[in-house]
């Protein structure tokens, strides 16, 4: 595709009578800016009487051959095309188009609302989506205990491999980063103990410090989150990849019920990794601690682990451990949800992603919050 | 192979000698394939012969194990990206399913080429996106709908808009008509004839459709036992002995559609 020599433009050439608009060069993808330009100038300046001149048109492609329709018009266009000298092929390639844009035109532009009102009516809808999105996990918990209990007295329907397969995938192939996570957590919290506590003398109770809030919060807190944003995440991949794939709907199309099938190993599989998780998120925290005590406040392990029996009750280890199932269900239920929400399209299995590590962090932390406040209130 | 066109026509692909292989195996040994100015070429072959790895490997998506393809006389495995990306636009490519960008609008879809490599403004390239989705056959309404609300068949037209933007000089087509309704089907084979008659474009096409095979092929090559075993119009093809080929054409469904043709050509 060699360009012309010539310009492509389109003149009005207004020295005979009657005018001639004069179309010239090659009217190509290449050339549309600047002959939308000319030919927006001409606009208005030509009627019906004007001539048009064809002869020198170039070469001529689908962009060229859309300008000329605006241009002529499509009945001008038509006439002409069954007149003028032209190529066979730049011949067809009009007919085409200007028969494919006769009914095609510009949609109008909604005209835009004010800033007032589309902020108005964005926090509406946040806040309508909110109270939806409440409703359908209250809805979805519903059904998943349903589920579970109706299948707890079918021990033939248990399905033992996909609960097994997913506490690998949930449990052990998370172990390694939540212990070195928790590790350091610990050492951090050591070393802030130690530094604050030093100020009254009484450094020794950073090892209560340590254990209190590992036992009670952080070991599940920590495990949780990292649930939330490594499990959640794969759960609502996992099944919004299949419910756009429509394999979710094959499922039902069988006979089968997607809750049972998919969302009851997962939850059940959660609610064994994460307690366990917890258990040696727990430990590791602690070991944590006890190593920065060991090395930077001379107390020795043994004098560590004789503090933390004579110290620290059994309950704070029950309280927090009380938490896990709780967590691990809503962390399984929305990331399970957000999968079945997903639409169709690879954009969307991303934007529920987000939306369910988002949440399930959210309600681990509120959650959590609420029951700090319980247990306190009770004394535990 | 042997030649045959009477005439020596332009080719503006050559696939000469091509291999591939996907571990020990093998798909294509030694596949030669021409594709003419001007033509529609249409590839058949069973399910699993390579039809769309060999699309594939001439667009340049998959480098073949051996051999070379050469695009307007120029062999795209030696040159640099930029050289590439030139003959590349050149190309229009539309997939078996579409392929859309899912999170954009349909009209965006086609704009996005003539933005990125025409230059266009955001307004200009979205009035032209417009006037090809016309083109293709789109009614106006779906031009502001993302892909996962259309049907097959608009998925289909969008994509075909889409590969149509930069005025390519070849167009390939995997299985364009698969999963049509017959009238859609039928539109989307006049449409692609139309277009070629007035954009000169030379179609690779990819396909299962006896009554596309009849209505619209200028030639018709047969992908078997790893190379192409006899490419050349339909007549020619159908007359060759080959067990597959014979059960492919004279088959029920090939008899069906080879009538059709022949009853629409007598009206």
Redesign the interface.
Same mark, same amino acid.
């Given at each position: 595709m060699e360009p012309m020599t010539t310009q492509a433009s389109a003149t009005l050439d207004t020295t005979s009578n009657p005018a001639c608009l004069r179309i010239v060069g090659d009217w /190509?993808?290449?050339n549309?800016?600047s002959l939308?330009r000319s030919s927006e100038r001409l606009a208005g300046q030509y009627d019906q009487r004007t001539e048009v001149d064809l002869e020198q048109l170039g070469q001529l @492609? /689908?962009?060229g051959a859309?300008l000329l329709v605006e241009l002529l018009g499509a009945e001008r266009l038509s006439r002409l095309t069954e007149t003028a000298q032209l190529p066979e092929?730049s011949r067809?390639?009009l007919? /085409? !188009?200007y028969c494919? !844009?006769q @009914?095609?035109?510009?949609?109008e532009k909604q005209p835009e609302k004010s800033v007032l009102i589309q902020l108005l009516s964005r926090i509406g809808c946040a806040v309508d989506t909110l109270w939806q999105d409440t409703l359908q996990i209250l809805g979805f918990v519903g059904l998943i205990l349903q589920t579970l209990v109706l299948r707890l007295f079918q021990p033939r329907r248990w399905r033992v491999t996909a609960v097994v397969a997913h506490i690998e995938q949930t449990g052990l192939d998370a172990a390694p980063i939540v212990a070195l996570l928790t590790f350091l957590v610990g050492a951090v919290v050591a070393f802030l103990g130690a530094t604050v506590l030093a100020g009254f003398g009484a450094s020794i109770f950073t090892v209560d410090l340590v254990a209190f809030s590992f036992l009670r919060e952080f070991g599940v807190l920590l495990t949780a989150i990292l649930m939330a944003g490594r499990t959640a995440s794969a759960f609502t991949a996992q099944i919004g990849s299949m419910k756009a794939n429509e394999e979710i709907d094959a499922i039902r199309t069988l006979g089968l019920d997607p809750v049972e099938l998919l969302v009851v190993p997962r939850v059940l599989a959660l609610l064994i990794a994460l307690p366990l998780l917890t258990f040696l998120a727990m430990i590791c925290g602690i070991i944590g601690g006890g190593v920065v005590c060991a090395l930077s406040l001379d107390i020795s392990p043994a004098m560590f682990l004789s503090l933390l029996q004579s110290d620290i009750g059994v309950q704070h280890f029950l309280v927090g451990l009380a938490k896990a199932p709780f967590f691990a269900f809503l962390i399984a239920a929305i990331g399970c949800l957000e999968g079945f929400k997903v639409?169709?399209?690879?954009?969307?299995v991303g934007a529920h992603t987000t939306s369910s590590v988002v949440q399930s962090i959210f309600v681990v932390i509120v959650l959590d919050a609420v029951a700090a406040l319980f247990f306190m209130e009770m004394g535990w | 192979m042997s030649q045959t066109t009477p005439e020596r026509r332009e080719a503006v692909i050559e696939a000469r000698g091509i291999c591939n292989r996907f571990g020990t195996q093998s798909v294509h040994e030694q596949l030669d394939l021409d594709l003419y100015r001007g033509e529609i070429l249409a590839v058949v072959g069973g399910s699993g012969s390579g039809k769309s790895v060999l699309l594939r490997s001439i667009v340049g998506l998959r480098r073949p194990n051996e051999g070379q393809v050469k695009v307007f006389g120029q062999d795209l495995s030696g040159v640099n990206d930029e050289q590439r990306s030139k003959v590349e636009r050149r190309f229009g490519v539309l997939f078996q399913k579409g392929a859309l960008f899912s999170s954009l609008t349909v009209t965006e879809n086609v704009a996005l080429p003539l933005i990125e490599h025409a230059g266009l403004s955001r307004a200009d390239a979205e009035h032209l996106a417009g006037v090809k989705l016309a083109l293709a056959g789109l009614p106006i309404s779906a031009a502001d709908k993302y892909p996962s609300s259309l049907s097959g068949g608009m998925i289909k037209r969008a994509a075909l808009a889409r590969a149509l933007a930069l005025d390519p000089d070849i167009l390939f087509l995997d299985e364009p008509t698969a999963g049509l309704d017959p009238i859609g089907a039928a539109a989307f084979d006049q449409l692609i004839l139309t277009l070629r008659d007035a954009l000169g474009l030379s179609v690779f096409l990819i396909t299962h459709d006896l009554d596309t095979l009849y209505t619209i092929t200028d030639r018709v090559a047969v992908l078997s036992q790893k190379k192409v075993l006899v490419a050349g119009p339909i007549a020619q093809v159908e007359d060759t002995d080959d067990a597959w080929i014979h059960e492919y054409f004279h088959g029920p469904r090939g008899r069906a559609a080879y009538q059709a043709a022949t009853a629409a050509k007598e009206l």
């Open positions: /190509t993808l290449a549309y800016a939308k @492609d /689908t962009a859309s092929a067809a390639l007919q /085409t !188009v494919s !844009v @009914d095609f035109c510009i949609p639409s169709g399209s690879a954009e969307s | -």
